[in-house]
Antibody
Framework: QVQLVESGGALVKPGGSLSLSCAASGFTFRDYYMSWIRQSPGKGLEWVAYVTNSASSSATSYAVSVKGRFTISRDNAKSSLSLQMNSLRVDDTAVYYC??????????????WGQGALVTVSS | SYELTQPPSVSVSPGQTARITCSGDGLSKLYTFWYQQKPGQAPVLVISRDTERPSGIPERFSGSASGTTATLTLDGVQAEDEADYYCQSGDSSATSVVFGGGTKLTVL
């Protein structure tokens, strides 16, 4: 069965950096697009970034709110997804979900989600 | 990018029908997807491509779309359906993803 397990959540000071990881299993990781989605406390879902599969050259795309500060990457050999977060701000505080993305008919959707990793940015 | 608009809350009695709408200019050209999220849990996909129900999702969940509005319908709501529901779509360039603000479904 498909499993996505995030790790690396922590308390970080504003301006700091943090890296999240997502270990994937139960499917052929290299064949799928992957994404990070976040949810601030008591708020709705916000898409953060995606990375395409190897066939599409592992291209990336980012939400405007994180572009230039966050970097998504994948290691197909380890079935692992990462999110490097730099210049963190208080409003980056959220649960970060790793999700498997499916592309079709002009858009992406997310058929499996991890349980999330909490990132708290506070002084 | 554009916005997807959902009502903040919907309330229904058990056994009745709940309808949650999602409006956005892009929906006339792109599919809508729906997720259910219960407290403390990750979201679960309940409707794909406007109307498709993934394996394991009860038949009381259905979706429809017309023009710039998509609708999630729950026929015969049960207490276990109380949750937040989010719609989601993309942009025409397929470079970003947009979520609606979410609707809290309360089963009275």
């Amino acid at each position: 069965q498909v499993q996505l397990v995030e790790s690396g959540g922590a308390l970080v000071k504003p301006g700091g950096s943090l890296s999240l990881s997502c270990a994937a299993s139960g499917f052929t990781f290299r064949d799928y697009y992957m994404s990070w989605i976040r949810q601030s406390p008591g708020k709705g879902l916000e898409w953060v970034a995606y990375v395409t599969n190897s066939a599409s050259s592992s291209a990336t795309s980012y939400a405007v709110s994180v572009k230039g500060r966050f970097t998504i990457s994948r290691d197909n050999a380890k079935s692992s997804l990462s999110l490097q977060m730099n210049s963190l701000r208080v409003d980056d505080t959220a649960v970060y979900y790793c999700a498997r993305a499916v592309y079709g008919s002009g858009t992406y959707y997310f058929d499996y989600w991890g349980q999330g990793a909490l990132v708290t940015v506070s002084s | 990018s554009y916005e997807l608009t959902q009502p903040p809350s919907v309330s229904v009695s058990p056994g009745q029908t709940a309808r949650i709408t999602c409006s956005g200019d892009g929906l006339s050209k792109l599919y809508t997807f729906w997720y259910q999220q219960k407290p403390g849990q990750a979201p679960v996909l309940v409707i794909s491509r406007d109307t498709e129900r993934p394996s394991g999702i009860p038949e009381r969940f259905s979706g429809s779309a017309s023009g710039t509005t998509a609708t999630l319908t729950l026929d015969g709501v049960q207490a276990e359906d109380e949750a937040d529901y989010y719609c989601q779509s993309g942009d025409s360039s397929a470079t970003s993803v947009v979520f609606g603000g979410g609707t809290k479904l309360t089963v009275l």
